[in-house]
C-alpha cells in the first residue's frame, strides 16, 4: 500500500517513543490514523498489538 510521510511532529513523537523503550504501530491503510503504541509487553501480547493495529477491518 501506498503511504505518504509522516508530518514531522510525529516523526519526533515516534523517536521520543522508541528513545523510552516503546514500539509504534500503524494501520497502513491510507489515511487511517490509528496507531498503537506500547512498551514492555510480552511477545505475545506485542504480536496482538500488531496485529490490532495492522487490521483495518478491526476499526
Do not use: F, N, W
Not at 509522516?6 to 523510552?20: F, G, N
Not at 487511517?32 to 505475545?44: F, K, N
Amino acid at each position: 500500500m501506498h503511504r505518504t510521510t509522516l508530518p514531522i511532529t510525529e516523526r519526533i513523537a515516534d523517536a521520543a517513543a522508541l528513545l523510552a523503550g516503546k514500539q509504534t504501530v500503524r494501520c497502513p491503510y491510507p489515511g487511517c490514523g490509528v496507531r498503537i503504541r506500547y512498551g514492555h509487553t510480552s511477545p505475545e501480547e506485542a504480536k496482538r498489538l500488531t496485529t490490532l493495529a495492522t487490521d483495518h477491518t478491526r476499526h
